[in-house]
């Protein structure tokens, strides 16, 4: 069964009240959105808060019939919790130091610098419904290379490719993501 129509049902079970349906998806997307939360100036119990909050405002979303995600429902839960650390950093007046999704700091200052990193997030987000698009080897490649940030020679056995194969896919899957945001 392929990963969307999976997402889909998981949401159906949400929507129907499936308690075990709400403890998968804690369980599958506390670990990545968290990351953020303590890469970022923030605790465990930042993280736990912050995740639980954006649960919170994700499940109120889904009382809505109406309201659908386009993306990957981790992808969905990580903007959330992201934007919600923001604010957070920004009401307790906190200079701001962050570690993008490339593992390069920055530094946010003011509310111009906060200003550029939502729109970042936007960029994020569309980059995240793209790669709904693509097929799911591309999708897994894409994932181990940036976010889980693995070297070419540990991303191949675990796909069965070879080492030079690993660079050759991860380059036409980039161009066909780069086609689909009109970037090419």
């Known amino acids: 069964m392929q990963e969307r129509e999976l997402q889909q049902q998981l949401i159906n079970r949400i929507r129907k009240g499936d308690n075990d349906a709400v403890k998968e998806l804690y369980a599958m997307a506390y670990a990545y959105c968290a990351s953020f939360v303590l890469k970022n100036q923030g605790t465990e119990e930042d993280a736990e808060d912050l995740f639980q909050r954006?649960?919170?405002?994700?499940?109120?979303?889904?009382?809505?019939?109406?309201?659908?995600?386009?993306?990957?429902?981790k992808s969905f839960l990580y903007a959330i919790v992201r934007n919600?650390?923001?604010?957070?950093?920004?009401?307790?007046?906190?200079?701001?130091?962050l570690v993008n999704e490339e593992g390069k700091e920055i530094i946010i200052l003011d509310e111009d610098d906060l200003e550029s990193e939502k729109e970042k997030e936007s960029d994020f987000q569309k980059i995240a419904m793209a790669l709904e698009t693509v097929s799911p080897e591309c999708r897994k490649l894409i994932?181990?290379?940036?976010?889980?940030?693995?070297?070419?020679?540990?991303?191949?056995?675990?796909?069965?490719?070879?080492?030079?194969?690993?660079?050759?896919?991860?380059?036409?899957?980039?161009?066909?993501?780069?086609?689909?945001?009109?970037?090419?």
């Open 54 to 73: 954006s649960m919170l405002i994700f499940l109120e979303k889904l009382q809505d019939k109406n309201f659908e995600i386009k993306y990957n429902i």
């Open 84 to 97: 919600q650390w923001l604010k957070e950093l920004k009401n307790r007046h906190i200079i701001i130091s």
């Open 143 to 184: 994932e181990l290379t940036f976010l889980e940030q693995k070297k070419d020679k540990e991303i191949a056995p675990l796909m069965n490719y070879s080492h030079e194969f690993v660079r050759n896919k991860r380059s036409r899957c980039i161009r066909h993501i780069k086609k689909i945001l009109g970037l090419s």
